[in-house]
């Protein structure tokens, strides 16, 4: 029940709404966000959902398709390790989709995401990471599942339907994480929250499926799980203690690039500061990773601003250059500059032994930059916008009135984000979500 969630998980869940929300109106702007749009808005006669940014609505699920699209495209979003990616883009555009759609409380909305959440949690562990290690994308596998748990939530799905629900969402899992860097990567995110939609929605109408999609041979567990994950029985038996929500917690990013960098961008910011290191001075940069470590980073030699995001040589010769990190950073003409190519030249990666495989954001990175001046070494084990080190509520604000000013009005932003920072006693959401379109005059 609603009243067995403690107030800092709904502060917390509160919290993820704002960060993915502000996140998805700058990437309403995108190109991979414009082409879904327009998809979108060629479906059905129903256009009851709002597709946010814009002065369009569509069907429920397709609408959740485009926002969970817009919500990825800058990769700026939160993520959560527990769940092996970024669930909030999947799990707000379902829950506010579905909740204005039927006219659902905030409270009602942000249960949904909590539940969705720990549902993530629960795969996430269980599926270890040797999931993504055999191709998988965690976001779209997991988020798929979680996806489905917050509409069937918010539709009032009862056990055996919510059992139907994953059947048809086990059906549907997939995305390959060889299409990082393309706009492929956020169509994940949108096609697991359109998935969600859709299974939740087909099982409240009684179409039936496997209704013990994760046990026995050929289960999901069965295929997706990777060898290495934690035992399902033993993760359940402790599910909500503590809630995912607050330990590890959402992960909320400051740049908007690949989270497997952010820990070395975190570093360097500090060791820049303190050292005054200066670009024109360095030699070279040495980054070390874990085993996995960097298996986001696909691109070591981007030549699109998609493709610089998922490379960690662009990402600190942009940082050296630039002393920031900002949307504007990650464009073709950014990547393609020629002081930008030749100081990634210079940065390079190695790799620590370990018999143990990492994500991008669990161990250590250890950073050697090499100046004229002198040597400069740092291990950083600390992950930026995580508990340890934290956004302050005043910097996530921030965060939320640049992305969202870059659809909205000053006046609309404030007063959006007003709106959802009482999202709790809202009655209906309905006036929420709507205060994404942009004014028309």
Same mark, same amino acid.
């Given at each position: ?28 702007? &995108? ?10 808005? &060629? ?114 799905? &009862? ?78 038996? =402790? ?61 070591? =030699?981007?030549?699109?601003?998609? &493709? ?119 009655? =209906? ?13």
């Amino acid at each position: 029940p609603a009243d067995a969630i403690p107030d800092e998980v709904y502060d917390a869940a509160r919290d993820a709404v704002i960060d993915t929300l502000g996140v998805a109106l700058a990437g309403s702007r &995108e190109p991979v966000a414009d082409i879904a749009a327009a998809w979108v808005g &060629e479906i059905g006669a129903q256009s009851s959902a709002t597709v946010w940014g814009r002065t369009l609505s569509s069907h429920v699920s397709e609408a959740a398709f485009a926002n969970g699209i817009s919500a990825h495209a800058l990769d700026f979003d939160d993520s959560f390790p527990s769940g092996r990616g970024h669930i909030s883009a999947c799990l707000v555009p379902t829950v506010l989709t579905v909740g204005e759609v039927s006219g659902a409380s905030g409270q009602d909305v942000l249960t949904a995401y909590i539940i969705g959440l720990e549902t993530a949690s629960v795969l996430g562990r269980v599926f270890g990471p040797g999931h993504q290690r055999r191709g998988w994308h965690p976001t779209a596998t997991v988020g798929t599942l979680a996806a489905t748990a917050a509409a069937g939530r918010l539709l009032g799905l &009862e056990p055996e339907a919510m059992a139907c629900a994953w059947g048809i969402a086990g059906s549907q899992v997939g995305g390959l994480a060889r299409n990082f860097g393309t706009m492929t990567k956020p169509f994940h995110i949108g096609r697991a929250a359109q998935a969600g939609v859709v299974s939740a929605n087909l099982a409240a109408k009684g179409f039936t499926a496997d209704g013990a999609i994760f046990d026995d041979a050929g289960s999901v567990l069965d295929i997706y799980v990777g060898g290495d994950g934690e035992p399902a029985a033993e993760v359940i038996a =402790n599910l909500g203690d503590p809630w995912s929500i607050l330990s590890p917690g959402n992960y909320v990013k400051q740049w908007p690039c690949c989270f497997s960098g952010h820990r070395t961008i975190g570093a360097l910011f500090e060791l820049i500061e303190q050292q005054g290191i200066d670009a024109a001075e360095v030699t070279d940069v040495s980054i070390g990773f874990l085993p996995g470590g960097d298996a986001s980073l696909l691109s070591k =030699n981007p030549q699109t601003g998609l &493709e610089g995001k998922f490379s960690i040589e662009y990402i600190v010769a942009a940082l050296l250059l630039d002393g920031t990190l900002k949307m504007a950073t990650f464009t073709n003409e950014m990547v393609q500059r020629p002081e930008a190519r030749a100081l990634m030249q210079r940065v390079h990666r190695t790799y620590i032994p370990d018999e143990k495989f990492y994500s991008g954001i669990a161990g250590y990175n250890d950073i050697t930059v090499t100046t004229t001046a002198g040597q400069f070494d740092v291990r950083e084990d600390r992950v930026p916008g995580s508990r340890i080190w934290p956004m302050s509520e005043p910097d996530r604000d921030a965060k939320f009135i640049d992305c969202a000013t870059q659809v909205l009005s000053d006046p609309r932003a404030f007063d959006l984000l007003k709106k959802i920072k009482d999202v709790r006693t809202t009655p =209906n959401i309905q006036k929420l979500v709507k205060a994404t379109i942009p004014a028309t005059d």
